[in-house]
């Protein structure tokens, strides 16, 4: 996803431990502390990693992300296929499990809900932040049908196999890529004094440049209200 490779991150990396022949820090363990580092971004940003695929779901309600995917994020709608270029159908919206549950106690019968008609198509889908690579549609799939949905989720990322290899997150998370490479940098030297402060403080800026980041989407998610009044379009007649 990124352009930036391992030597970018470990250069810079190095200007600050001050070793730049790797005496102390081998090319290798900084690897693993990049590695590292997309993990736990991804762990408290999950779009970090966010991908979109069309997938065929499984008959039933219950349904499971794809290898590798970590949360769900959203299913926007219906498509044709699972094909990169299939046909957008019906939207699909989320619903509260309870309110579900009120309303159709017995929709994961398929002879209830009516699954073993509409299977094939999904009007909305449930999502319990406890268990996330799973989630449940509605109405079920019936068996031996097919349906197809487009999902948005979170993945696991790829570990950079080499210093040459690129990131699997965007560029912009960099700078906390490299927080956290010289947070467990000097981890490793804490014994000496103000290695354990410095490990400190890249950490603290690891984790502020992230909520940074939090605070820059917020503003700038179209769905967000800023205060800005909407253009109200005239009536007919007026």
């Known amino acids: 996803m990124g352009t930036l490779t391992g030597t970018n991150i470990i250069d ?5 431990l ?11 363990e900084l690897l693993i502390y990049i590695n590292d580092a997309q993990r736990e971004i991804v762990n408290i940003k999950p779009e970090a990693t966010a991908t979109h695929t069309n997938v065929l779901l499984a008959a039933g309600t219950e349904q499971t992300l794809p290898s590798g995917g970590l949360r769900l994020i959203k299913v926007t709608r219906n498509m ?3 094909a990169a ?13 309870d309110l579900l549950n009120s309303i159709e106690p017995d929709w994961h019968d398929p002879t209830v809900t009516g699954a073993s008609a509409h299977g094939s198509v999904i009007k909305n889908y449930l999502f319990d932040p406890d268990d996330p690579k799973k989630f449940y549609v509605y109405p079920g799939v019936k068996s031996g049908s097919s349906a197809y949905v487009e999902l948005v989720y979170s993945k696991l990322p790829t570990d950079l196999s080499g210093v040459s290899s690129t990131i699997d997150i965007e560029d912009t998370y960099g700078n906390a890529i490299l927080n956290f490479v010289l947070y467990r940098s000097y981890l490793k030297d804490s014994e000496y004094a103000g290695n354990a402060q410095r490990a400190g403080t890249h950490y603290q800026l ?11 989407e917020v503003f700038l998610d179209p769905n967000t209200d800023r205060g800005v009044s909407p253009t109200v379009a005239p009536q007919a007649g007026t």
């Open 206 to 216: 690891f984790t502020a440049t992230l909520g940074a980041g939090s605070s820059a």
């Open 18 to 28: 001050q070793d730049s022949s790797g005496v102390r820090w081998t090319d290798a």
């Open 12 to 16: 810079r990396a190095r200007l600050t």
């Open 85 to 97: 270029d299939a046909t957008g159908a019906k939207s699909i919206r989320i619903v509260e499990e």
């Open 80 to 82: 044709s296929g699972s």
